[in-house]
């Protein structure tokens, strides 16, 4: 008998349909010892698969009558990895036994691990597959229990989360109900900002407070330098409780790629807050960009719609930094690898910081610099130009006198530097309706001479700030960007002198006695 049922395989953050084929028989020998032929292109961990069936198959009862096995993971030239298709191998290997009912996977989704014992064990990816079975029409999607919450986030299928072997046999076989998963989407939504940082914990800095509402506004990437305990990574940190919540659209987004990567909560089964990754600056280029002969998404692609945070920015590897070129401007990474181009997203924020030299202390007023002129030049030579071009902002953390560190916390907090950003977006997103454009950090073109224009005395100014900082034509943009934004944080009005002039002062790199 040969029996069939679908499941899914994931390849970047893209899913496509496998349909598990198995065709049992019996020999007429009955001593005939047990022939399994896997094919379809298979890694080890689906080729090892057999092992853990036979044993999950034993322990819940269930033993395979026929002696001849052939399974076929199709399209057969679509290479599949990973151990989720333990589940439906299972399940069409009883169904061409004759042992649960052939019409029972029809319109059936799974998948899931198979523990030596039954267990059905979570898996990555399980968002993706229940839109996926979403968009096959499937009546019906079988997961591991781990991963019910997740997949049931997706809506518009029905999700049964199953603990064991024998459970998924018995409510295939009508013999035990199982009531579906559901999520409350907009119950989760409310978690938004619970237990984010707040910035009225820092003490001083209105500067830096004043530089990441302006970033928060527009999505503009931000470069911040200064000296050690100046507070950099405290205010970096408390930026996504600053951001927009999350669309639900984004929301799914986010969730898909933190899903396939493997470091979803089992427990939250939607992101509903913007992400915020902070990698050590020994990461390799595949883990910032993403990687393996299948690639997954790397730190980049998990900050998607939110904060990519790099402390310690010199420190980083100049080929990883370099990673980041592309992905700046066109908001996602592409791999090529033999067996095709993968495309994850990547439209993020980012934020670094940095010391002005190795010992972290020049220019100090309280510290004495102990490098030389040679040591700070080669420091700041492992950022690029190209790099910094990229970067919207830079801005100086200055240290705190002991007025500010002995008084009281009083400084503007998080919910009234949100509702700024909140207002300023709310303006750009009546701008840019059915443009394309989602923020005003990726403007571009013709739109950017239309919301940006300039009255004589505008460019004048701009025209000296160019010519005094010797500014490159990306950095010119970013700078009317800037002002652009700054000029919606007041109501969104034409672009001044002093927009320019405040969105210049954030350009400190690019002067030339830096």
Known sequence: MQACIWSVAIYGVETRTVDVEVSASRSKEDDKPLSWVLVGLPDAAIRESRERIWSALSASGLFIRSNKVTVNLAPADLRKSGTMFDLPIALAMLAADQQIPMESLRGIVAIGELGLNGEVR?????????????????????????????????????????????????????QLPLVPTKVDVA?????????????????????????????????????????????????????????????????????KIHSIAGVLDSQSGLVVRRPFRSPHHTISDAGLAGGQSIPRPGEISLAHCGVLFLDELPEFRRNVLEVMRQPLENGCVSISRATGTFLFPARIMLVAAMNPCPCGYYGSRTHRCKCTTLQRAAYRSRLSGPLLDRIDMHVEVASLGDDVLTARRNGESSASMRDKVLAARAIQA???????????????????????????????????????????????????????????LEGGGDITPAHLSEASSYRILDRPDW
Request: net charge positive; with cysteine.
């Open 430 to 488: 009546r701008r840019y309706q059915g443009t394309g454009v989602r923020d005003n950090a990726s403007l571009s073109g013709r739109l950017m001479d239309d919301v940006c224009p300039l009255s004589p005395e505008s460019l004048q100014t701009l025209r000296y700030v160019v010519n005094e900082l010797q500014l490159s034509a990306r950095a010119y943009d970013r700078i009317l960007r800037v002002a652009r934004t700054i000029a919606d």
């Open 122 to 174: 979570g898996v990555r990816g399980a968002l993706p597959v229940a839109m996926h079975a979403r968009k096959l029409g499937a009546r019906c999607l079988l997961v591991p229990a781990a991963n019910a919450v997740e997949a049931a986030a997706a809506e518009g299928v029905e999700v049964i989360g199953i603990r064991h072997l024998k459970e998924a046999t018995m409510f295939l076989s009508g």
């Open 187 to 255: 119950a989760m939504f409310q978690r938004t900002f619970e237990e984010v940082p707040d910035y009225v914990d820092v003490k001083g800095q209105e500067a830096a407070k004043r530089a990441l509402t302006i970033a928060a506004a527009g999505n503009h990437n931000l470069l911040m330098f200064g000296s050690p305990g100046t507070g950099k990574s405290m205010l970096a940190k408390r930026l996504p409780g600053i951001m927009p919540p999350l669309t639900l659209e984004e929301a799914l987004e986010v969730t």
